[in-house]
């Protein structure tokens, strides 16, 4: 089958960062989280173009990652691990320079045998309940900690995404206590959610992720993506005929129906059928019909004089949220969901790697 086209706007991501980077004070650093593979974009190139604007922190979840991202981006900038020290993670942290979020007594206890003189930092459980130390918890390590002295002090909000949820402000107030008892070092509380709340919640560092890569709650960000799916076959169907497994969609009309290559497998969520998702030929949207099936999707394009070669289902006009929302998820599903099948293309400033300036 003939390969979808996924390409990733460096340029687009790079303005992104640098309109989260303005909403803070000057004396605020920007972070760039590219856990997840940069959200499925591909951090070995998403990293250095952010380096190039300016980011000179990052976040990663898993040791492994970090080992790939310091080797795109060379020795110099900040990689702190999410999933802080985890069985076997020691000599990948103390090879590649990365420092992890330390989330629990056993874990600080763990590094300080492991890795007493390295880098790390501490991750406070501020009232998510997922990750980090909570007051119990952090009264029991305070001794190793002081010796450690972290270089980040974080947590995360739960509720950041609603700017009115009172656990916001609880949360604020519950990281300030638990930073306090520790020995002096930048904090951490905001990814993209806590950027857009105010300077109130940017303490000394903040976190984007999904803002730079064009999701919500950033509205203000450019698209970074634009997936572009082959079309493999147009046929004829007849008023009545059905379309696809369970003849989910029966012509009203004489109609022309385009097959195109791609489908869940590729990341297009079976549940996006239900949602009223378009495919785009320039600026003509054509309604996507039928189910979604593992290889492959079905438009109606009888209103199209001319079918083209591709039709995009990612652009502009239908961001990843529009098919969150078709499929009742969330951006970062989509996201993180886009395969490994399609070409993936790089444009902007920063997509010849050759051409990256700044590095560290």
Same mark, same amino acid.
């Given at each position: 089958?003939?390969?979808?086209?996924?390409?990733?706007?460096?340029?687009?991501?790079?303005?992104?960062?640098?309109?989260?980077?303005?909403?803070?004070?000057?004396?605020?650093?920007?972070?760039?989280?590219?856990?997840?593979?940069?959200?499925?974009?591909?951090?070995?190139?998403?990293?250095?173009?952010?380096?190039?604007?300016?980011?000179?922190?990052?976040?990663?979840?898993?040791?492994?990652?970090? *080992?790939?991202?310091?080797?795109? =981006?060379?020795?110099?900038?900040?990689?702190? $691990? &999410? !999933?802080? +020290?985890?069985?076997? /993670? @020691?000599?990948?942290?103390?090879?590649?320079?990365?420092?992890?979020?330390?989330?629990?007594?056993?874990?600080?206890?763990?590094?300080?045998?492991?890795?007493?003189?390295?880098?790390?930092?501490?991750?406070?459980?501020?009232?998510?309940?997922?990750?980090?130390?909570?007051?119990?918890?952090? *009264?029991?390590?305070?001794?190793? =900690?002081?010796?450690?002295?972290?270089?980040? $002090? &974080? !947590?995360? +909000?739960?509720?950041? /995404? @609603?700017?009115?949820?009172?656990?916001?402000?609880?949360?604020?107030?519950?990281?300030?206590?638990?930073?306090?008892?520790?020995?002096?070092?930048?904090?951490?509380?905001?990814?993209?959610?806590?950027?857009?709340?105010?300077?109130?919640?940017?303490?000394?560092?903040?976190?984007?992720?999904?803002?730079?890569?064009?999701?919500?709650?950033?509205?203000?960000?450019?698209?970074? $993506?634009?997936?572009? +799916?082959?079309?493999?076959?147009?046929?004829?169907?007849?008023?009545?005929?059905?379309?696809?497994?369970?003849?989910?969609?029966?012509?009203?009309?004489?109609?022309?129906?385009?097959?195109?290559?791609?489908?869940?497998?590729?990341?297009?969520?079976?549940?996006?059928?239900?949602?009223?998702?378009?495919?785009?030929?320039?600026?003509?949207?054509?309604?996507?019909?039928?189910?979604?099936?593992?290889?492959? $999707?079905?438009?109606?394009?009888?209103?199209?004089?001319?079918?083209?070669?591709?039709?995009?289902?990612?652009?502009?006009?239908?961001?990843?949220?529009?098919?969150?929302?078709?499929?009742?998820?969330?951006?970062?599903?989509?996201?993180?969901?886009?395969?490994?099948?399609?070409?993936?293309?790089?444009?902007?400033?920063?997509?010849?790697?050759?051409?990256?300036?700044?590095?560290?």
């Amino acid at each position: 089958m003939a390969r979808a086209t996924l390409t990733i706007d460096l340029d687009a991501i790079a303005a992104n960062w640098r309109a989260l980077d303005a909403r803070s004070g000057r004396d605020v650093e920007t972070a760039g989280v590219l856990k997840a593979d940069a959200y499925g974009l591909g951090a070995a190139r998403v990293g250095p173009a952010l380096h190039a604007a300016g980011a000179r922190v990052f976040f990663v979840a898993l040791s492994e990652e970090g *080992a790939a991202l310091r080797a795109a =981006l060379g020795p110099g900038p900040a990689i702190h $691990v &999410l !999933s802080g +020290l985890l069985p076997g /993670d @020691a000599e990948i942290l103390r090879t590649h320079d990365l420092s992890p979020c330390l989330n629990s007594a056993a874990q600080v206890i763990d590094f300080e045998n492991t890795l007493p003189n390295h880098i790390c930092a501490v991750q406070l459980d501020s009232g998510m309940h997922r990750l980090g130390l909570n007051a119990s918890e952090l *009264a029991s390590v305070l001794d190793p =900690l002081s010796r450690l002295r972290p270089r980040l $002090v &974080l !947590s995360h +909000l739960a509720c950041a /995404d @609603a700017p009115d949820h009172p656990q916001n402000a609880n949360q604020r107030r519950a990281f300030i206590d638990l930073a306090n008892r520790l020995p002096p070092a930048p904090r951490s509380l905001a990814a993209t959610g806590g950027v857009l709340l105010g300077p109130d919640y940017h303490f000394d560092l903040t976190r984007p992720g999904v803002g730079l890569f064009g999701g919500l709650p950033f509205t203000e960000a450019r698209p970074a $993506v634009t997936l572009a +799916l082959p079309v493999i076959q147009v046929r004829e169907v007849a008023t009545g005929g059905g379309v696809g497994y369970g003849a989910a969609w029966v012509a009203p009309r004489p109609s022309r129906v385009a097959t195109l290559s791609a489908g869940y497998a590729d990341g297009l969520l079976r549940a996006i059928a239900g949602g009223a998702v378009q495919l785009f030929a320039g600026e003509r949207a054509c309604p996507l019909i039928g189910r979604v099936s593992m290889d492959l $999707v079905t438009v109606d394009v009888t209103d199209l004089a001319d079918v083209p070669s591709h039709l995009e289902i990612l652009n502009a006009r239908q961001t990843v949220d529009d098919l969150a929302r078709a499929a009742g998820t969330i951006g970062y599903e989509i996201l993180t969901s886009l395969g490994d099948r399609y070409e993936r293309v790089y444009k902007g400033a920063a997509a010849d790697p050759g051409a990256i300036s700044g590095r560290a």
